[in-house]
């Protein structure tokens, strides 16, 4: 929508093709319905060194349309942006549908053809040009082709890698996708009865056959499946690689600004002023909100039913320790129906990163999640298609 809009705004005549009934699915459901337009991260060569190795590659690109325009982009047009927590910026409204909204009417402007319900069949191109798209409507021809068919990540909203199948039917090297910024299937019952909950500012550690590898602070989400949310969407990739060199467990620290000795003390106070109640109730004011009925039945040999003045040393010290380790056992990563972000794609070295035309077919444009570029969540990811498709929409 945004290199159509963008080349129709330059007086082309556009004719956008999509297989789905209607326009924008993908984007109606991102960051759960509210979307996570961009980050609003003011440097941009720190911005860009959340692409990874791709920084280099992406940095024309983004000076002619980076973060900065995005926001100027949507309130310019009458929908402004709000920042939250890990400078992820959102619609004011809180409305994914009204980011699609701002874009709909932007191909209006343009007069851009749009053509629902027509699927891409196949891409004809001779002696290094494409010629036409073969569809379940009939031939198209165009000067230009723009490709921006999303990867395979929810596949639901139609995202099924139809383009890199094309890519590759083009010359084009496509490395094959795996889902990356994904969730986290666990095989503990105790993160499963808590759907829905927010462990808040807790420290993740992973460990791989019981070796340290890595630890993450932040929120954690808790769904029916296992583990969710930003501070675990981002190191999935690095899980992956664990879960290549062995069995892979965790541990959740609820109160990672105290160590253990600060912790008992602080459990300590709360149990002193609670003597006469049970530890089930007590335990209520030391555990995240809802959480406490599902945390306390990890502790097997306390009885919940017991008085606060007959809980031992001992028994005192299991429940610290256990609000510093909370046991975790990792399954594996949950797939493309549930993944964020997939990565694999066209290699970026047949891409010219000023234009984002390919260098194996002189009429071809290539955007978004077509592109091979690993970023995390927070809004990386939409900067990188409202990026690509401006410039796209610009050159074609």
Not at 227 to 232: H, Q, R
Not at 378 to 396: E, H
Request: proline residues 3%.
């Amino acid at each position: 929508m945004m290199a159509a809009g963008r080349a129709a705004e330059r007086g082309k005549r556009v004719l956008l093709l999509e297989k789905n009934r209607y326009l924008g699915e993908k984007l109606k459901i991102s960051g759960g319905g509210r979307c996570n337009v961009t980050n609003a991260q003011e440097n941009e060569h720190l911005f860009l060194s959340h692409y990874g190795a791709s920084a280099g590659f992406l940095h024309s690109s983004f000076a002619q349309f980076g973060m900065s325009d995005t926001f100027s982009f949507f309130t310019s047009r009458g929908l402004p942006l709000i920042i939250e927590a890990g400078n992820r910026a959102f619609p004011e409204t809180q409305k994914a549908l009204d980011v699609f909204h701002t874009l709909e009417t932007y191909l209006k402007k343009g007069k851009v053809d749009v053509r629902a319900k027509t699927e891409v069949r196949s891409v004809i191109a001779k002696e290094g040009r494409i010629e036409k798209a073969i569809t379940n409507h009939g031939e198209f021809s165009a000067t230009s082709y723009i490709l921006s068919t999303g990867g395979k990540s929810h596949p639901e909203t139609g995202s099924t890698g139809d383009g890199f199948a094309w890519l590759k039917q083009l010359g084009h090297t496509v490395e094959a996708p795996t889902p990356t910024i994904v969730p986290l299937a666990v095989s503990n019952q105790w993160v499963k009865a808590l759907a829905g909950i927010t462990l808040p500012d807790v420290k993740i550690t992973f460990f791989v056959n019981g070796k340290k590898k890595l630890s993450r602070k932040g929120n954690i989400l808790c769904a029916h499946f296992g583990l969710t949310g930003p501070t675990i969407l981002n190191v999935a990739d690095k899980v992956s690689d664990m879960l290549q060199e062995g069995a892979v467990t965790a541990e959740i620290d609820l109160y990672p600004a105290l160590d253990l000795g600060a912790l008992d003390k602080y459990v300590t106070t709360i149990f002193d002023s609670n003597k006469n109640k049970t530890l089930k109730n007590v335990f209520k004011l030391i555990a995240p909100v809802g959480s406490s009925v599902a945390l306390l039945s990890l502790v097997k040999k306390i009885d919940p039913e017991k008085k606060i003045h007959d809980i031992t040393k001992e028994e005192r010290k299991i429940i610290v320790n256990l609000l510093k380790a909370l046991p975790v056992t990792i399954k594996g990563l949950m797939g493309y129906d549930r993944a964020v972000v997939a990565d694999g794609g066209l290699v970026i070295k047949e891409i010219d990163g000023k234009t984002m035309r390919s260098k194996i077919c002189e009429n071809l444009f290539v955007t978004g999640d077509l592109l091979h570029i690993k970023r995390p969540s927070g809004g990386y990811s939409l900067q990188l298609c409202w990026t690509t498709g401006y410039v796209a929409g610009s050159f074609a």
